[in-house]
């Protein structure tokens, strides 16, 4: 949340290029938009509870995203 724009750019950049190498990246984030073209897969929790998981674009464009007001 904290980090400027260009910073952003550069920590987006480290990890496709490391998820390119077939490292495995577990990124924990409020920022919906900043995951997408990183995440393969999301997992949603809403009070340390699992509400959904799945293919990234599924779970963003769920019902629980928008009930949740997350994006």
């Not at 910073?7 to 077939?22: C, E, N, P, W, Y």
């Not at 809403?46 to 629980?64: F, K, M, W």
Request: a negative charge; proline letters at 3%; aromatic letters at 4%.
């Amino acid at each position: 949340v904290g980090l400027d724009p260009a910073s952003q750019r550069t920590l987006r950049d480290l990890l496709i290029d490391a998820k390119s190498d077939g490292v495995a990246v577990l990124l924990t984030t409020h920022q919906l938009a900043f995951a997408r073209g990183i995440a393969d897969r999301a997992v949603l929790l809403a009070d340390g509870a699992v509400v959904q998981h799945g293919p990234y674009e599924a779970v963003i464009e769920g019902e629980n995203v928008y009930q949740r007001g997350l994006l």
